[in-house]
């Protein structure tokens, strides 16, 4: 990989609303050692939130409710999300509130979450970080880079020295490349071309249309540009690439392997900017899901001479208990 530039250190951590310095990097804990006390995890994608209330390092509550990530809905929405959320979680005594989220790129990100948050748990620690570094604890490593494929995409990484380097996670109008979202945009994008060609509705373009409640591709550009529609929903368009790839549908093949492939290289950025050679680990709704772009993931990472690649096996929030014990 040549020569890496320096690792940089990214003050996208808040802890609290008072407190917005980024918490030194510290090695792996124990999983035998879970913090005491009452602890709530929580991961914000770009469609749901997940939470678990961990009591003595036991999950004794796991729910979801819509996304509170303010990049995807309003404030006001995220704030009614996560009020529902506590409602079924549980408030009260509450020692720590640790966050992970996309879009937490400066520290007034994390500290517009944190104020959100506060409230439910009024005298608890409420720390606010990137999601990929949810991921990377979930995985069981302190060190590597974890890729998010969901809704958006991103690479973040950690080595053995505190340095810390992001690639991707801009969002859907400058990036996302594998996510949910590019490839409900590719599909609409096929289903055009194929219009343009004077071509008939293929299998894709045919389950694009139907789910999208109309008649022609032609009308498409509207919906596809309509404040009706946004990220999440053109994100949702993604499993009709999955279902026509599994039926044999080239393109959509193709698709799901450039998802792969372009994730790969967000990864291979990462280790490069770190000087690491692993682990990767992959996560996020297709990362953990999508058995083909799982293997064009692998295959061009392999090529690339990485060998320690790992597909999430667990949900992100359940890294939150290392990532707690690495602040004590």
Not at 161 to 181: H, V
Request: aromatic fraction near 4%.
């Amino acid at each position: 990989m040549g020569l890496p530039p320096p690792p940089h250190h990214y003050p996208c951590d808040v802890t609290n609303t008072e407190n917005s310095s980024a918490l030194p990097a510290a090695p792996q804990v124990p999983e035998s050692t879970p913090p005491g006390g009452v602890i709530i995890g929580l991961d914000i994608g770009g469609t749901k939130t997940h939470g678990v209330r961990f009591e003595d390092g036991v999950p004794v509550a796991d729910e979801s409710a819509g996304s509170s990530n303010v990049q995807n809905v309003s404030r006001d929405e995220a704030a009614a999300n996560l009020a529902h959320l506590f409602s079924r979680i549980g408030g009260g005594q509450v020692s720590q509130v640790y966050a992970g989220s996309g879009g937490i790129d400066t520290e007034d990100d994390a500290a517009a979450l944190a104020s959100l948050i506060q409230p439910h748990v009024p005298g608890a620690r409420v720390t606010v970080v990137h999601d990929s570094r949810l991921l990377l604890a979930a995985g069981h490593a302190s060190t590597g880079v974890a890729v998010i494929a969901g809704t958006g995409s991103a690479a973040w990484g950690r080595n053995a020295d505190g340095g810390e380097a992001r690639a991707g996670g801009w969002g859907y109008l400058l990036g996302d490349e594998g996510s949910g979202y590019w490839l409900g945009r590719e599909a609409v994008r096929h289903s055009l071309g194929r219009m343009n060609r004077g071509l008939p509705a293929d299998e894709l373009t045919t389950a694009l249309l139907q789910s999208c409640g109309v008649g022609d591709p032609n009308r498409l550009i509207a919906l596809f540009h309509s404040p009706k529609t946004g990220r999440r929903f053109w994100a949702q368009q993604a499993r009709y690439v999955v279902e026509a790839a599994a039926g044999g549908h080239p393109e959509s093949q193709a698709l799901l392997d450039q998802a792969g492939k372009d994730l790969a290289g967000l990864a291979l950025q990462v280790l490069q900017q770190l000087g690491i050679t692993g682990p990767v680990i992959l996560g996020g709704g297709l990362g953990m899901n999508v058995a083909p772009l799982q293997h064009s993931f692998r295959r061009h990472l392999t090529d690339a001479g990485v060998t320690d690649i790992r597909v999430l096996d667990q949900e992100p929030v359940f890294g939150v208990l290392q990532l707690v014990a690495e602040q004590a």
